[in-house]
């Protein structure tokens, strides 16, 4: 081979070597510099949201046992026939509600807004109307074509002041009793009189005349009203302790109170109560009552002690007592509250 062909394989060699060191230096820089960069981070994981689910309330058990003496509170009797007892069944007042064992009220937060500008418009008052009657014990007609007419008044609900049987309150008067009330639409409040407790026990008035207990109490619209028991022939220490518990309690501007025998008689006869007269007036000056209703005395009758207007209306059918009384006449009471304002317009029957 000649000197000039051993030449060119030479070089050509050497130009090879070369090359391929190129190509494994550049490699190797590639790498180096792979190596050198910052490797991206795997987003970490994150546990899914943990959900509350919202704690349910659990109602807190009422007491058990019944007070020796029960106050009733917003249920009321009406005059819906309960078969059960013979008697009415209770519901709650029209616009009542009874609060949850251990329900808080909630309470709404408002942005501060401009106070508005005062009104030159009257406040309206709600205005509450019912009627009241008592001593119905010896005519079913006068009683009945009264219970008709009250219907027909736009009243709320009817009071009784009591002595709604007669002959002491036997199992067949309640049942007559019963049978006249039957048909009537209205919510139905009595108190016990004289002769609605038999041997001095109120068994057959508390299962007839839809009362829930001897005495109990409500409120309606601006009055506080607070029935109290007298059938004994007046009212017992325990009974004013009754009253001036719940009359204290009270927090209406208007304060009623209902019995069946009155303390006094503004005409002058002596057929009031045979005890506790002046502890209960003295009880109702003090309590700042606006208003006493009673029965007992068959008429019309009205006159006031202390600042306390007293109330007789008892002529819804027994029989009336002439004598001593002008207004002795076949009547119920027709009652309107507007605000702490109360008239009352006495309606022939």
């Known amino acids: 081979m000649s000197k000039r062909k051993r030449q060119k394989r030479s070089t050509s060699q050497i130009l090879f070597w070369l090359l391929s060191l190129i190509i494994v230096i550049s490699m190797i820089i590639s790498l180096i510099i792979v190596a050198l960069?910052?490797?991206?981070q795997s987003a970490?994981?994150?546990p899914p949201p943990t959900i509350t689910p919202f704690p349910t309330r659990t109602p807190t058990a009422a007491p058990t046992g019944e007070p020796t003496e029960p106050v009733v509170g917003p249920e009321l009797p009406t005059a819906t026939p309960n078969p059960s007892s013979g008697g009415f069944k209770p519901v709650a007042a029209a616009g009542a509600r009874l609060a949850d064992a251990g329900e808080q009220p909630a309470r709404a937060v408002q942005s501060p807004a401009a106070e508005p500008a005062p009104s030159t418009a009257p406040t309206e008052v709600a205005e509450l109307r019912f009627a009241v009657a008592g001593d119905t014990h010896n005519s079913s007609k006068v009683y009945r074509r009264l219970l008709e007419t009250v219907a027909r008044d736009n009243v709320e609900f009817l009071i009784h002041t009591g002595d709604l049987v007669y002959d002491k309150g036997t199992e067949a008067q309640w049942q007559k009793f019963q049978t006249l009330m039957a048909d009537f639409p209205l919510p139905f409040y009595p108190v016990p009189g004289n002769h609605d407790g038999l041997g001095g026990k109120l068994d057959g008035y508390l299962a007839y005349s839809g009362a829930p207990a001897a005495h109990y109490s409500f409120d309606q619209g601006?009055?506080?009203f607070a029935f109290a028991d007298s059938h004994n022939g007046g009212v017992t220490a325990a009974e004013l302790d009754w009253l001036r518990d719940n009359l204290g309690a009270a927090?209406?501007?208007l304060k009623i109170v209902v019995l069946h025998h009155p303390p006094?008689?503004?005409?002058?006869t002596d057929h009031v109560m045979a005890f506790g007269n002046n502890k209960f007036m003295r009880l109702m000056a003090e309590m700042d009552v606006d208003y006493v209703f009673t029965g007992h005395i068959h008429a019309y009758v009205r006159g006031q002690r202390d600042g306390v207007e007293y109330v007789i209306s008892g002529g819804a059918g027994s029989i009336l007592y002439r004598s001593g009384h002008?207004?002795?006449v076949n009547h119920y009471l027709r009652v309107t509250v507007r605000g702490q304002d109360l008239t009352v317009e006495m309606v022939e029957v």
């Open 251 to 253: 927090s209406q501007p």
């Open 44 to 46: 970490p994981t994150v």
């Open 222 to 224: 601006s009055a506080h």
């Open 264 to 268: 006094f008689d503004p005409d002058g």
């Open 37 to 40: 960069e910052p490797q991206p």
């Open 326 to 328: 002008p207004l002795a």
